[in-house]
């Protein structure tokens, strides 16, 4: 039972309080009083408004009106204050259509921001309500707000599919619809539910987010649409979030630490809120819940304080709601690394999962044979596999880690096997001062064009995150485990000119532009490279081939060096 750590949400969030009152503009005679966003109204080295800061308005009204162990902010008259100012400056800087910035000028970004911001504002506006302390004379020009927002919500969506997104597209039209009650409001969330159903998974429990199923973004997804559960009772999206249990559980790990590259977006964080909803009647929910809780507690979830001041906005709500929401732990079941030995196989997203003995094997086919070892007593990390990546003497960097549909996957009772081509990846897609000029000049003279705007940012995404080309080197990869050793095979194949200067195999490494990604973590530290020798890679370039084998020995943890096989 981890009922004495519900402590830890209130912590985790009330100790980055003072960080984000620091980044608010709190002077009452400034013309950005009540913006978020530092760098623009102090600092001065952003010139454009970016609304996405103003997500701080939900943690100051839930800080204000809930009582917490340690909260020296609630009740106060200046946290209200502050509170509402970010409100109306957030009502002062929206889009005639009810959209805003995120990332550069005239973006009007969709659910990420305006879809982000509506469910904050709408979530503290239900918080000082409830206390009886939301201005009368406000309230006109803030639901007036709201509903630009939520129309505009309803009537795009984006290129791209992060089911997080659509989830999120939920959730502020639930709200909006709850507050305000326009008829519109209904008819949208039936739309927006509808646009999410398509990229949910029902018989493996994920949601669509690029091309795969990431772990980190699906805790979100459960997170964002129990809140929506909260209010309107819809057993359709109970039934999803359930399904994402089901399936996110085998990735809360034994030593810990949850999700990354394992999932197609390779985030680490956890989102709680969900599954402290849920925690009351689903068991599994409450484990989760549970697990999570303990991890944060011992650092092991992506904190508030070590990310920028764009994402830990993120962070702290979601805490504080955990600690007002936080569920009945009075049945669990145990996670599947817990429990009996097992085979699991996801064939639609190609994920392998074992348990066998005191081992937890984990496998990711569809991003080239990423692989996680545990030994489940020691509560420790044995093997961190990201698979392969090297450099060419062309200057191209390739991976087998992208997620890519022509990848082939065989699984048998003792491991799988994956093989495809290496990825030529876009590891150098950067503005220049006179690129950034250029776009900037762009967005301001055509920008105003929502459906101009959405189709930009759909080739932004593409360049930065799906760019991508098939090599002319192919791997082939082979996991084995038995009761005494993991055996991981690997065959890289040059079928053209292409020759090596470098070849990694293992470690953590990252290859997909994703912005919450890339986080510390120390179990980095017990994940270790293996670079082919300089007689290694003249086998592979003079003869086009090499075959390499390593093996962990399940009883002593330890790995062996690269043997090339004949």
């Not at 830890?8 to 009152?21: D, F, N």
């Not at 509808?194 to 459960?222: M, R």
């Not at 093997?383 to 082939?408: E, F, P």
């Amino acid at each position: 039972m981890t009922s004495n750590l519900r402590h830890v949400y209130a912590e985790k969030a009330l100790a980055q309080i003072p960080r984000l009152l620091t980044i608010q503009d709190r002077n009452r005679f400034s013309p950005t009083y009540g913006s978020f966003k530092r760098t623009y109204w102090m600092d001065k080295t952003v010139d454009y408004i970016d609304g996405l800061p103003q997500y701080g308005v939900s943690s100051l009204a839930l800080a204000y009106a809930y009582e917490m162990p340690g909260n020296i902010f609630y009740g106060q008259e200046k946290i209200l204050e502050w509170a509402l100012a970010g409100m109306r400056y957030w009502s002062k800087v929206q889009h005639k259509d009810g959209s805003y910035d995120e990332f550069y000028p005239n973006e009007r970004g969709w659910t990420g921001p305006t879809g982000f911001l509506l469910y904050a504002m709408l979530r503290g506006y239900m918080a000082l309500a409830e206390k009886g302390v939301f201005p009368e004379s406000f309230k006109d020009e803030f639901f007036s707000s709201c509903m630009r927002s939520a129309r505009f919500i309803i009537k795009y969506d984006e290129e791209g599919i992060l089911a997080n997104h659509f989830a999120m597209g939920v959730l502020p039209v639930a709200y909006a619809q709850h507050v305000i009650g326009a008829p519109e409001l209904q008819e949208g969330y039936e739309r927006k539910l509808a646009d999410f159903l398509q990229y949910h998974h029902p018989n493996e429990g994920w949601s669509l987010e690029y091309d795969g199923a990431d772990i980190g973004y699906l805790s979100a997804t459960v997170s964002f649409l129990g809140k929506a559960h909260k209010l309107n009772k819809d057993a359709r999206l109970k039934k999803v979030m359930e399904e994402s249990v089901n399936f996110l559980a085998h990735f809360v790990y034994p030593n810990g630490f949850y999700a990354g590259s394992m999932g197609s977006r390779q985030t680490l964080h956890f989102y709680s809120h969900g599954c402290e909803l849920l925690a009351p009647e689903m068991p599994l929910a409450a484990r989760v819940a549970d697990a999570m809780l303990e991890s944060l507690a011992a650092g092991k979830i992506v904190p508030a304080e070590i990310q920028d001041d764009r994402y830990f906005l993120y962070r702290i709500p979601e805490h504080l709601e955990s600690y007002i929401d936080f569920g009945d732990r009075s049945r669990q079941t145990p996670l599947p690394y817990e429990g009996n030995d097992f085979q699991k196989i996801y064939p639609e997203s190609r994920f392998y999962v074992q348990k066998r003995g005191r081992t937890y094997l984990l496998g990711n086919a569809a991003k080239g044979g990423v692989v996680k070892l545990f030994d489940i007593p020691g509560k420790k990390l044995l093997l961190n596999d990201c698979g392969i990546i090297g450099t060419t003497t062309s200057g191209r960097v390739l991976t087998s880690q992208w997620v890519d549909q022509a990848y082939t996957f065989e699984h048998a009772e003792d491991g799988f096997t994956v093989s495809g081509a290496l990825q030529t990846m876009p590891m150098s897609k950067i503005f220049t001062p006179s690129k950034r000029i250029l776009f900037v000049v762009f967005m301001l003279a055509f920008g105003w064009h929502a459906r101009l705007a959405y189709y930009i940012k759909g080739m932004i995404r593409k360049v930065l995150v799906f760019t991508r080309k098939p090599s002319d080197v192919r791997f082939a990869r082979e996991v084995r485990l038995c009761d005494v050793s993991l055996t991981v095979r690997d065959t890289i194949t040059c079928a053209g000119k292409t020759r090596f200067t470098s070849l990694q195999l293992s470690d953590e490494f990252f290859v997909r532009y994703v912005p919450q990604s890339v986080y510390f973590q120390s179990q980095e530290f017990d994940a270790h490279p293996h670079f082919l020798t300089k007689e290694q890679l003249q086998t592979l370039n003079r003869n086009k081939e090499i075959r390499l084998e390593r093996t962990v020995d399940l009883t002593t943890g330890k790995e062996s060096a690269l043997r090339v096989l004949s």
